[in-house]
């Protein structure tokens, strides 16, 4: 079956722009996570949701990052004027949920470049 | 901020070697997971153990988990020139907000396998 899809692959943008992030998780997927990652970095931890709500926004870096997943399966990432900070790799990643069902599978992320 | 920390950091072997690489982490965790990295791009599940486990295998993987030490051990046998990647080891806990379990990773481990 599909696997945990993101678009677009690549993103360039300038500082102060804003931009969005597609997630597509794995079908029937109840659990949805954000994570970031940097050059020579492991993922950090950004958002999870669990259905529509936001369950841990805790790794959100600040107020210009903010995750929507309306309809609990499509979630999108946004982030306001953007830094050069931002630049990364988003990953997303979704699971079953709950105990038993942990494994999270990821999708190939989006490489986020703020110029 | 990142829980886990690999050893080494980099490793290169010659094919048909084994490769191990250590993880250590410093809260309590329900479970830890390892997965695999190629091109700094998606992230591909490779094994899961809980906390009530002490060794697992999956074809020539091999897990350990020690919790008194906080620590985790991740041995591929008879490496092959494919084997090279990236590999991660994140660990998993309940953070009680809706059963939300964000993974936290650590830096990594590069691997090469010499042919």
């Known amino acids: 079956g599909a696997g945990v899809s993101q678009t677009p692959s690549n993103k360039v943008t300038e500082k102060g722009k804003y931009v969005e992030l597609r997630c597509d998780p794995i079908?029937?997927?109840?659990?949805l996570y954000w994570y970031r990652q940097s050059l020579g970095q492991g993922p950090e931890f950004l958002i999870y949701f669990q259905g529509t709500g936001a369950a841990d926004d805790s790794g959100l870096p600040n107020d210009r990052f903010f995750a929507v997943r309306p309809e609990g399966s499509v979630s999108t990432l946004k982030i306001q004027r953007t830094e050069r900070g931002d630049s990364a790799v988003y990953l997303c990643?979704?699971?079953?949920?709950?105990?038993?069902?942990?494994?999270?599978?990821f999708g190939p992320g989006t490489r986020l470049l703020v110029l | 901020s990142q829980q886990g920390e690999e050893d080494p950091q980099a490793l290169s072997i010659q094919e048909g070697e084994n490769a191990t690489m250590n993880c250590s982490y410093k809260t309590s965790i329900n479970n830890l997971q390892w997965y695999r990295q190629n091109s700094g791009r998606g992230l591909v599940h490779l094994i899961l153990i809980r906390s009530n486990e002490r060794e697992k295998h999956s074809g020539r993987l091999r897990v350990t988990l020690d919790t008194s030490k906080k620590s985790s051990s991740l041995l591929i046998t008879a490496s092959r020139a494919a084997d090279t990647a990236s590999y991660f080891c994140a660990t998993a806990s309940f953070s009680g907000v809706q059963g939300a379990q964000k993974l936290v990773f650590g830096q990594g481990t590069r691997l090469t396998i010499n042919p």
């Open positions: 990643a979704s699971s079953l949920g709950g105990q038993g069902r942990e494994t999270q599978y």
């Open positions: 079908s029937g997927h109840t659990a």
